[in-house]
């Protein structure tokens, strides 16, 4: 991790459509344009993601996705309508953010859900990405969604049921995330509170049981922003992220050309090895780094590779 530091540039985007799009600029603004795409969805992008990039080699660019983090309206505020809140919203965003500081192409850097975001534009707009940085790789498929949300209760059974036992009683056997998408937009905050609070619950015992987790990794957040988190994660994969199934590992080969680094922990309980592994054999250009001691959140091992390879890419073409 590079020293903390401060961006020399920022603001809001209106994308047109009602949003303002938080952004903002640090490093060197003669640097290497990279993007840090943020995970969740809606965990927004906190400032130690710019520690991540050598301050005197790169333009670190990062920016809230719609409806969190500084991105206004934010999801928490219930009048806030998601309905233009989609994958496809993201992409032209990035790009919309792209034109707007003058960037030919970019580096992408991002994990989890943001490793999702980040294959989909760079499978619509290869041309605009020097070099990927993944840590903790999804696709965001059915498969992948329903075994965070359901086949990981195999190894939580007790705290799968209490998750299970968040939304009525009528629908325990239905959708799950569908159901608790409807609690997180009930008119009662108290109905909004409970189910965000059963959800994170969920997720901090998959990630808790994980090596170097901890036990409110999801939780230990501002409530607004729990919230707006908690609605904006069942709002995407609800709706399985309004991306047809498998067709990030299918249009793989749109990657070919573009250098990529995939960091997985072999532990990852809640994202398993098998996407990664999946998407490397699809993509020549990337290499998979297979980190033994790290689960989703990562190690010090898992750090390192990310930083070398961010620094492995600094002085490379891009701009």
């Not at 809230?64 to 505020?77: E, F, K, T, V």
């Not at 009048?79 to 790009?95: K, Q, V, W």
């Not at 090895?273 to 898992?302: K, Y």
Request: negative net charge.
């Amino acid at each position: 991790m590079h020293p903390a530091i401060e961006p020399y540039d920022y603001g809001h985007m209106d994308t047109g459509d009602g949003h303002l799009v938080y952004w903002e600029v640090c490093g060197n603004p003669e640097g290497k344009p990279a993007l840090v795409v943020h995970g969740g969805p809606g965990s927004g992008c906190g400032p130690g993601r710019r520690r991540a990039f050598d301050p005197a080699r790169y333009r670190i660019i990062l920016f809230d996705q719609r409806n969190c983090g500084r991105s206004l309206p934010h999801a928490s505020d219930p009048a806030a309508d998601l309905s233009t809140n989609t994958t496809h919203h993201l992409i032209a965003d990035m790009e919309r953010l792209r034109e707007r500081l003058g960037v030919e192409r970019w580096l992408l850097h991002g994990g989890s859900w943001g490793s999702t975001l980040i294959l989909a534009y760079a499978e619509a707009h290869p041309e605009r990405v020097s070099e990927i940085v993944i840590a903790g790789v999804t696709m965001t498929r059915g498969s992948e969604i329903d075994w965070l949300y359901r086949g990981v209760g195999r190894f939580l059974p007790e705290q799968w049921q209490r998750f299970r036992s968040g939304v009525p009683e009528d629908r325990r056997d239905g959708d799950l995330l569908a159901a608790y998408a409807r609690l997180m937009s009930d008119p009662d905050p108290g109905v909004r509170a409970r189910a965000a609070h059963e959800w994170v619950t969920w997720e901090d015992a998959v990630i808790a049981h994980e090596v170097n987790g901890k036990p409110d990794a999801y939780s230990d957040r501002p409530s607004d922003a729990l919230q707006a988190f908690v609605r904006i994660c069942t709002h995407y994969f609800s709706n399985a992220a309004w991306l047809e199934e498998g067709v990030l590992l299918r249009e793989a080969h749109k990657l070919a050309g573009i250098p990529g680094v995939l960091v997985h922990g072999r532990l990852d309980l809640g994202g398993p090895l098998e996407t990664a592994w999946q998407l490397a054999q699809a993509w020549p250009d990337a290499r998979l780094v297979v980190v033994d001691d790290a689960g989703h959140t990562g190690s010090e091992a898992m750090r390192r590779e990310i930083g070398a390879a961010l620094d492995g890419f600094a002085s490379a073409a891009g701009g």
